[in-house]
C-alpha cells in the first residue's frame, strides 16, 4: 500500500499556472499507475489525467488536453500535475490516486488509494 500527500494548491488568476505535487510514501510506489481526480462543489469526482507506472503513457481528460501535464518522478516517489492556462471552471480540490489494478482506468471507484486533497482556487 502507499500514502498519498497532495501539495501545491491555492490561488490563482484565470490563465495563470500552479504545480501540484503528491508525495507517496511505501514501497511499491512504481508498481502503481497514478492519476489525478479533482470535485467541485455540487459536482462529482471527475477524472483529470493519468499516468503509467514508468511514466511512458499518460491520458487526460477532454476538458484539460492540451493545457494539463502530468509527470512522475519514481525515485522521489511523487507525482506532479502542471496546470497552465487555468480557467475558473477548474476550480476544485485535487487529489491524487493510485491504482494497482491491470486494467486502465478513469473511475474513480477503481482507484486503490487517496491523498486527502489539495484546493485549487481560479479567479476570474
Known amino acids: 500500500q502507499v500514502q498519498l500527500l497532495e501539495s501545491g494548491g491555492g490561488l490563482v488568476q484565470t490563465g495563470g499556472s500552479l504545480r501540484l505535487s503528491c508525495a507517496a510514501s511505501?514501497?511499491?510506489?512504481?508498481?502503481?499507475?497514478m492519476g489525478w481526480f479533482r470535485q467541485a462543489p455540487g459536482k462529482k469526482r471527475e477524472f483529470v489525467a493519468r499516468?503509467?507506472?514508468?511514466?511512458?503513457?499518460?491520458l487526460y481528460a477532454d476538458s484539460v488536453k492540451g493545457r494539463f501535464t502530468i509527470s512522475r518522478d519514481n525515485a522521489k516517489n511523487t507525482v506532479y500535475l502542471q496546470m497552465n492556462s487555468l480557467k475558473p471552471e477548474d476550480t476544485a480540490v485535487y487529489y491524487c490516486?493510485?491504482?494497482?489494478?491491470?486494467?486502465?482506468?478513469?473511475?474513480?471507484?477503481?482507484?486503490?488509494?487517496w491523498g486527502q486533497g489539495t484546493q485549487v482556487t481560479v479567479s476570474s
Open positions: 490516486a493510485a491504482d494497482y489494478g491491470v486494467v486502465v482506468t478513469t473511475s474513480p471507484s477503481m482507484y486503490n488509494y
Open positions: 511505501g514501497r511499491t510506489f512504481s508498481d502503481y499507475d
Open positions: 499516468i503509467s507506472r514508468s511514466g511512458g503513457s499518460t
